[in-house]
C-alpha cells in the first residue's frame, strides 16, 4: 500500500508542475492575443461602433 501511495505521488510530483506550466502559458498567449488597447472583451466591438459614428465634422472615419 505505502509504495503505491509513493508512486502516485511520484507521478503527481511531475504532472502537477507540468500542468501549471502549460496553463501558465496559455494564460500568456491568451493575454497578448487581447487588444492591445484595453484588456475588455467588449474593446473591439465598441472601436467597431466608434467608427460607425461621425467625428465633429460630420466625417464618418470608418470604411464604406
Known amino acids: 500500500m505505502a509504495r503505491r501511495l509513493?508512486?502516485?505521488?511520484?507521478?503527481?510530483?511531475?504532472?502537477?508542475?507540468?500542468?501549471?506550466?502549460?496553463?501558465?502559458?496559455?494564460?500568456?498567449?491568451?493575454s497578448k492575443r487581447q487588444p492591445s488597447s484595453s484588456s475588455c472583451p467588449f474593446a473591439r466591438q465598441k472601436a467597431e461602433m466608434d467608427l460607425a459614428q461621425p467625428d465633429r465634422a460630420g466625417v464618418y472615419r470608418g470604411s464604406a
Not at 502516485?8 to 498567449?29: D, H, M
Open 6 to 30: 509513493c508512486d502516485l505521488k511520484s507521478i503527481f510530483g511531475q504532472l502537477y508542475p507540468a500542468r501549471l506550466l502549460a496553463r501558465l502559458v496559455t494564460l500568456e498567449l491568451a
